[in-house]
């Protein structure tokens, strides 16, 4: 089912209206697709994506959109990304990275300050982290978050593998969520998955002193014909960025910290005496 196509019905979803909307204005105005993602700064892929409800369309699209359109009084495009995320069941950030950026970032750069990465989490360690969620979730709902993290392993598998560069800082090896056991249990997967040949684990020490680092947790993912996307966690909540400029900020500001970090095989040696001190916890 296309955006060009009648049967595409805007009355089905908002995600299909923000579609058919898009495809109408640019059509009104005689414009390429082309045309449109050079206004959005994106690959012309991405505007065939969305017109065809492959892809969801972020908040700064929607203005941009509007603007270039005329629509800031009406609001077209941003009132139909809000419904969108009416829509949407569960974390929007969460089924828009899995279903959307996953699939295609060839290149995955996380920075930790506080947690170990969701992409490297057990089980047993993500279920505390979400059941301790000051969002309060219910029973239901942890497990499909559960699903849905552990789900994201398979980026790992996929041929080729994306490639992942995640700094970590050292204070996250002390910390034990969800106990001694539980926290043995992921320092033990760390080291594990740190030998993955498309997985690179860099310890930023607390001796670093750096101010970067004071920042949360985000991601950026690298994407064939995009300016990527940037995942960031702000005050427990999270958001799918899109913009350019946020993403250049956010790679310099990755590059400073990584600046600091240990090196792979360092990195590794420290992992595995945080695991020597807290098997002796046991």
């Known amino acids: 089912m296309t955006a060009n196509s009648p049967n595409l019905d805007p009355l089905t979803s908002a995600r299909a209206a923000f579609a058919a ?48 359109f005329d629509l800031i009084e009406k609001k ?23 279903d959307e950026i996953d699939p295609v970032a060839t290149v995955q750069r996380t920075w930790a300050p506080l947690l170990v990465p969701g992409l490297f989490q057990v089980e047993a360690y993500a279920r505390e982290i979400y059941i301790s969620s000051s969002a309060a979730h219910p029973p239901e709902a942890i497990e499909e978050l559960l699903k849905s993290r552990m789900q994201r392993k398979a980026l790992l598998h996929k041929n080729p593998p994306a490639v992942i560069w995640d700094l970590i800082d050292e204070g996250v090896l002390h910390r034990p969520i969800g106990g001694v056991a539980v926290h043995l249990e992921q320092l033990r997967y760390l080291l594990e998955i740190s030998h993955h040949p498309a997985v690179t684990i860099q310890i930023v020490p ?46 310099r500001s990755y590059d400073t910290i990584r600046a600091y970090a240990q090196p792979k095989k360092e990195s590794q040696q420290i992992i595995r005496g945080a695991i020597e001190k807290w098997g002796k916890e046991v």
């Open 21 to 68: 909307e898009l495809r109408k204005h640019r059509t009104q105005r005689n414009l390429s697709q082309e045309q449109v993602a050079r206004v959005l700064a994106c690959d012309q892929s991405l505007i065939s994506a969305m017109e065809n409800c492959k892809r969801t369309p972020q908040p700064d699209q929607a203005r941009r959109l509007d603007q270039f």
């Open 206 to 251: 607390l001796s670093a002193g750096c101010a970067h680092a004071l920042m949360g947790t985000f991601v950026l993912a690298e994407i064939p014909g995009q300016a990527g996307a940037l995942l960031l966690e702000s005050a427990g909540d999270q958001y799918v960025i899109t913009d350019p400029l946020a993403i250049a900020r956010l790679q």
């Open 76 to 98: 077209v495009f941003v009132k139909l990304c809000e419904r969108i995320a009416r829509e949407t069941r569960g974390p929007r950030w969460l089924l828009q990275w899995t």
